[in-house]
């Protein structure tokens, strides 16, 4: 499956952005989904992910109660509403999909596919 984010830019603190991941292919919706952040000089972290079918969701504790996950498996898109945006939300976004292997969502080991991601940036 190939995927494609889009929607980043430049908001300031306390606005929303919606981010998208495009995929392609028929079997978009027998992979669980994740969206992970990297900020400059750090690592790759996780930041929220949705099974399958949409059935469930797991944030990392930094934007629960301001971002939300979802998936409409007809239209293969992912998407990650993200509201109250803090200057440490700064990072580029990536979209991921993993298979159903009963392993952790949080680590990014885990997604075998990878998105290009997108930027961005919450001024103060």
């Known amino acids: 499956v190939q995927l494609q984010a889009s929607g980043g830019g430049l908001v300031q603190a306390g606005g929303s952005l919606r981010l998208s991941c495009a995929a392609s292919g028929r079997t978009f919706s027998s992979y669980h989904m994740g969206w992970f952040r990297q900020a400059p000089g750090k690592e790759r972290e996780f930041v929220a992910a949705i099974s399958w079918n949409g059935g469930s969701t797991l944030y990392t504790d930094s934007v629960k109660g301001r971002f939300t996950i979802s998936r409409d498996n007809v239209k293969n898109i992912m998407y990650l509403q993200m509201n109250t945006l803090k200057p440490e939300d700064t990072a580029v976004y990536y979209c991921?999909?993993?298979?159903?292997?009963?392993?952790?969502?949080?680590?990014?080991?885990?997604?075998?596919?990878w998105g290009q991601g997108t930027l961005v940036t919450v001024s103060s």
């Open positions: 991921a999909a993993k298979r159903d292997n009963g392993r952790s969502w949080r680590d990014r080991s885990e997604y075998n596919y």
